[in-house]
């Protein structure tokens, strides 16, 4: 079993919709929560960066960590098709983001 | 912002040959900086962390001779896939990160052996 999973998708929605994605994880040591976009045959940008459990909002993303049930969710609201694109969370145990564990991705698609 | 780049953005070679990746960090020092590899549709696999003036450190599986990496300057790390073969073609990012600041990634470099 992995440490990280990721709802597979994908996912497609009409424009202005809200998308859900999550995770969940085994490993209790996780401390920070990251969410990652990647557009096709790019590398990932950060979109959401949180520490331990609680909600984190930046515009139109929500970001809500669950750790009683190892659970992270990202909320996109008013869907754009700009948003179309594989959304990726990540988790690690300090503050080493670089050796995150990360789930397969969920790929959106939020069609006009 | 801090930016990450990755060069050659994509490069096919021929099998048996070694090909060099690079990965600068633009505008910000890096003493580490992790290299990454991607297959279609999966998730990220760290392959190594690379530190400046140092050997890397390779996660497990990942053979280190397949995949040199040296870290010569505190700006540039480079990976070096030696005799490729059609499995090694992938998608190779590589990330870095400023002191107190979170992890850029680069562009990513598409590499087909052929």
């Known amino acids: 079993q992995k440490e990280v999973e990721q709802d597979p998708g994908p996912l497609s929605v009409p424009e202005g919709a809200i998308v859900s994605l999550n995770c969940t994880y085994s490993?209790?040591?996780?401390?920070?929560f990251m969410w990652y976009r990647q557009y096709s045959r790019k590398g990932p940008e950060l979109l959401m960066y949180t520490y331990s459990s609680g909600n984190k909002e930046d515009g139109r993303f929500t970001a809500q960590v669950d750790k009683s049930s190892k659970y992270i969710s990202l909320f996109i609201r008013d869907s754009q098709p700009s948003d179309s694109a594989t959304y990726l969370c990540a988790m690690s145990v300090n503050t080493n983001a670089g050796k995150s564990t990360f789930g397969d991705g969920t790929t959106l698609t939020v069609k006009p | 912002g801090a930016v990450v780049s990755q060069h050659p953005s994509w490069v096919i070679c021929k099998s048996g040959t070694s090909v060099k990746i690079e990965c600068r960090s633009l505008?910000?020092?890096?003493?580490?900086m992790f290299w990454y590899r991607q297959f279609p549709k999966q998730s990220l696999m760290l392959m190594a962390t690379s530190n400046e003036g140092s050997k890397a450190t390779y996660e497990q599986g990942v053979e280190k001779d397949k995949f040199l990496i040296n870290h010569a300057s505190l700006t540039l790390s480079t990976l070096t896939v030696t005799s490729a073969h059609p499995e090694d073609s992938s998608f190779y990012i590589c990330?870095?990160?400023?002191?107190?600041?979170?992890?850029?990634f680069g562009e990513g470099s598409w590499l087909t052996v052929v």
């Open positions: 990330s870095a990160s400023p002191p107190l600041d979170t992890i850029y």
């Open positions: 490993n209790s040591a996780f401390q920070y």
């Open positions: 505008d910000f020092q890096a003493t580490t």
